[in-house]
């Protein structure tokens, strides 16, 4: 089972475009654990980041959002563990 999470950057990131970037992973309490590059969420940007941003000439993304991804054979939510973090199904 696939659990995905979008998080809210506090700031905006500005990434060059056309680069390949390493998705970090990790395995913590059986779960395989993916952490996404910064992305755009379907939040508003900051007003405070210039329309055009580049460096050396290559076009930036102002990016906002971090996707991460937890994987595992199954879940279990009925057992409460997390049941303050955990939003109602």
Known sequence: MLARV???LPFSVALP???NYTIQEYIQHGYAIRVLPPM????PLS???PDQV???GVHAMQTNA?????????FN???GQF???DPSV
Not at 40 to 43: A, E, G, L
Not at 66 to 74: A, S, T
Request: no cysteine; proline share 3%; hydrophobic share 30%.
């Open 6 to 8: 979008d998080v809210p």
């Open 17 to 19: 475009e056309g680069e």
């Open 40 to 43: 755009v969420s379907d939040m």
């Open 47 to 49: 007003d405070d980041y």
């Open 54 to 56: 580049s460096n050396e």
């Open 66 to 74: 971090l996707r991460i991804i937890f994987q595992k054979e199954d």
């Open 77 to 79: 939510r009925a057992s």
């Open 83 to 85: 049941k303050e973090f």
